[in-house]
T-cell receptor, first 112, second 115 residues
Framework: AQSVTQLGSHVSVSEGALVLLRCNYSSSVPPYLFWYVQYPNQGLQLLLK??????LVKGINGFEAEFKKSETSFHLTKPSAHMSDAAEYFCAVSGAGDKIIFGKGTRLHILP | DAGVIQSPRHEVTEMGQEVTLRCKPI?????LFWYRQTMMRGLELLIY????????DSGMPEDRFSAKMPNASFSTLKIQPSEPRDSAVYFC?????????????FGPGTRLTVL
């Protein structure tokens, strides 16, 4: 069985500052890991995903995440926040043949 | 590609009424998922289909909820009778696989309000 924990339901950063959204997972099998973003009044869309191979994954809009097995983490980062990054971000985990389990979400606020 | 299409976008109904939500997945995708999103409970998977067959309905709250997928291009989620606690945003998503590694593509959602 898999589970995912997102630390912080709300995160605020200043425009231009580093964005760091934390995600820890639990999985009894090699995990597949995802970050999705939800803009207001829209459905979720994939930012990036890790399946196998390189542990540093680059996604859209300048985001990246690093799979750290020893820490069971998959934190999302972006070097410089833009106002357009304000949204809710969901970390998710699955295993081979298993359904995806989503975290509770972290709402990112960008301060001018 | 038109993406996942959901209708209606908004639905307001009174307690006790039947509600039917509709979804058209992306052409060629063989997995379809229904989710419910609320402030209190976050995003919950209700049911998912693979090749039109329900695979896991363990997330369906109770017998008032039912879902069908009569063909590869259409699915419905029905609530009968509806209750105020069913108020939420309901999302449909599709993927080209069961979703273990493949991207799920979400529709814009149906915002349901039960008075």
């Amino acid at each position: 069985a898999q589970s995912v924990t997102q630390l912080g339901s709300h995160v605020s950063v200043s425009e231009g500052a580093l964005v760091l959204l934390r995600c820890n997972y639990s999985s009894s099998v090699p995990p597949y890991l995802f970050w999705y973003v939800q803009y207001p009044n829209q459905g979720l869309q994939l930012l990036l995903k890790y399946t196998t191979g390189a542990t540093l994954v680059k996604g859209i809009n300048g985001f990246e995440a690093e799979f750290k097995k020893s820490e069971t983490s998959f934190h999302l980062t972006k070097p410089s926040a833009h106002m357009s990054d304000a949204a809710e971000y969901f970390c998710a985990v699955s295993g081979a043949g298993d359904k995806i389990i989503f975290g509770k979400g972290t709402r990112l606020h960008i301060l001018p | 590609d038109a993406g996942v299409i959901q209708s209606p976008r908004h639905e307001v109904t009174e307690m006790g009424q039947e509600v039917t939500l509709r979804c058209k997945p992306i052409s060629g995708h063989n997995s379809l998922f229904w989710y419910r999103q609320t402030m209190m409970r976050g995003l919950e998977l209700l049911i998912y289909f693979n090749n039109n067959v329900p695979i896991d309905d363990s997330g369906m709250p109770e017998d008032r909820f039912s879902a069908k997928m009569p063909n590869a291009s259409f699915s419905t989620l029905k609530i009968q009778p509806s209750e105020p606690r069913d108020s939420a945003v309901y999302f449909c998503a599709s993927s080209s696989d069961r979703g273990s590694t493949d991207t799920q593509y979400f529709g814009p959602g149906t915002r349901l309000t039960v008075l």
